[in-house]
């Protein structure tokens, strides 16, 4: 019996690998959130900035609260199942009047995982529309196989290797309209991209990248995980402590490590590496 989502909604996602708008919180409550973080972001730049964005929840209590946000955790759980753990998340700011775009491209292609049978929860602090600079998705894409990549490194493309999707029929491409508060999911393997923010305000976007069951395993590189729901999860690797509060020393030590993995992992092979 799903938690949160109509069979009807379980089954939209599974035929079009995405899922948007779901209802997380208020738009006051996100806006709650959102002060909290761009408090801890103004503190503590060092710890959050374009190039210092993935594995933000280790190094912030109020991100710790969103990974573990019942409502999120619910959904996630009624597409996944009850046993799963968080990978990393990515925090995707496009600052006002900014060039930053994300090209069309599938997440697993350089995750280097067993399988791809993962989700990944969007969640909009700011608003999320086509002049912030929105998420779009090509429903459906989640289906066929991995496509090729071409790694551009385009300098205003905010993907780590500016990988590239080429001959995507964007005619069907659909875009996720979010209200702060409002989450999208995507399925690892789904086609998307986003466009550059044309507004005058921040578009802020925080990717909970991605929630995994157990038997999905890393086979390129190791990284280390949060368990979030369920019983030993992941015996077999380095398990994350959840900060106690912002910068708590045993948490920032385990983000250290699991930044550095993420990388080697996301460019395995690359010959070129970028900062983020
Ligand atoms: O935030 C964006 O514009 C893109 C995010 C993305 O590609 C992702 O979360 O997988």
């Known amino acids: 019996m799903p938690k949160v989502l109509s069979q009807e909604q379980i089954e939209n ?3 079009q690998g995405f899922l948007s708008p779901i209802d997380v919180m208020s738009e006051d409550e996100a806006v709650h959130y959102r002060q ?16 210092k964005r993935n594995n933000i929840h280790l190094s912030f209590a109020c991100l710790d609260e969103l990974v573990h946000h019942p409502r999120i955790l619910d959904v996630v759980e009624d597409l ?4 799963f753990s968080l990978w990393a998340t990515v925090m995707f700011i496009k600052e ?36 912030t600079g929105c998420m779009s998705m ?74 995994m069951p157990p038997d999905v395993h890393q086979v390129v590189g190791k ?17 994350l402590h959840r900060p106690k509060n912002d910068l708590d020393p045993v948490a920032l030590e385990g983000r250290d490590i699991a930044d550095a993995n993420l990388a080697d992992i996301l460019y395995h092979g690359a010959k070129t590496k970028r900062g983020y």
């Open 13 to 15: 996602y599974k035929e």
């Open 36 to 51: 909290r973080f761009e408090r801890a972001e103004s503190q503590y730049p060092e710890h959050a900035h374009a190039e």
């Open 80 to 83: 996944i199942g009850a046993n």
């Open 96 to 131: 006002p009047s900014t060039p930053h775009y994300v090209s069309w491209h599938q997440d697993a292609t350089y995750m280097g995982m067993n399988k791809n049978n993962f989700v990944t929860p969007w969640l909009a602090l700011s608003p999320s529309n086509r002049e």
């Open 138 to 211: 090509i429903p459906g894409t989640h289906r066929a196989a991995i496509q090729p990549h071409d790694d551009t490194y385009a300098e205003d493309n905010i993907l780590t290797r500016g990988q590239v999707v080429r001959d995507v029929d964007e005619s069907r491409a659909v875009d996720l309209i979010l209200r702060p508060g409002q989450m999208s999911l995507h399925h690892a393997e789904i086609i998307h991209g986003s466009q550059a923010n044309t507004s005058k305000q921040r578009r802020i976007g925080f990717a909970m990248q991605s929630f």
């Open 223 to 239: 990284n280390c995980w949060l368990d979030i729901r369920g019983e030993n999860l992941r015996q077999d690797s380095l398990s």
